[in-house]
């Protein structure tokens, strides 16, 4: 299958989306499909992933589509409406797709659909580093829909001619967002993974997921190679969470002694991606 070049990208003019539109429109014929319209030179259709026959006018001609429009958890939204927009609109994307036989399907999903995000005392995490191979186990409406989202995924995968990829950003970081994301870990009381990404490697994620060739079906966390703590990870890890689950690979943490809590490396090996950042250093620069 060759690689596409007509992409949709749907909630293009969101915060994420316009990293990911920016990225994608030096290598792709891109159109921007939203609610409203970004400052981005790209074409732009107005689409609603809530319907079908939105969709399907909106997917008509591409190659292939980047699924970003969602509610987010930050919106702390009716876990109804979770359900169904991010559901049911990840579904009439899907169903659009097949139906306008696209090559790709390349929909956001989440860290949270292993519910690790939840940090619920009856589920941390089993071993480490965390990767895709990790059982699912979410609660939360806005949780179990990404991991709904990636079972239709593998479903459309499975039964129709189209490559379907699932990318898992982990908490994602903007210039705009990193002051608060700050504040928010520098809790002293805080008891969370500290994990991280920066939205344009998030969007090079995308691409490259776009890129990729003969992948039928795959679900990639991306995670930036280190942890937002200053000191080593399974140092915060025994006083923040408890005692340490199995380590997969304790050469990683020797390596990187600050390393993530979630692997990248199903993405670097498969999707060829790379992340950019050091935590330190993005705090420094940006003077937080």
Known sequence: MSVPTKVVVTGGSGRVGRYVVDELSSAF?????????????????????????????????ADAVVHLAAIDYDWKAAPEQYIRVNTMGTWNVLQAAAENNLQKVVLCSSVSACGLSEMRADW??????????????????????????????????????????????????LPETIGEYCEFIDDPDLHWLYYYVHARDVATGFRRALESRGLKFGTFFLSADDTSRPE???????DRIGALPEILNPRTFQINPRASIFSNQQARQVLGWEPTTDFPALRAEHGV
Request: with cysteine; glycine share 4%; net charge negative.
């Open 29 to 61: 014929d891109v159109t921007n499909v939203d609610l409203t319209k970004s400052p981005a030179d790209v074409a732009y259709a107005e689409g609603d992933v809530t319907d079908l026959e939105s969709m399907r006018r909106t997917l008509e001609g």
């Open 124 to 173: 941390a995490p089993q071993s480490l580093q965390v990767d895709e191979r990790h059982e699912l186990r979410p609660v939360q409406a806005y949780s179990v829909s990404k991991q709904i989202m990636e079972t239709m995924g593998r479903s459309f995968a499975t039964g129709t001619d189209m490559e379907v990829l699932c990318l898992r950003p982990l908490a994602v970081v």
């Open 232 to 238: 080593p990870t399974l140092d915060w890890y025994r």
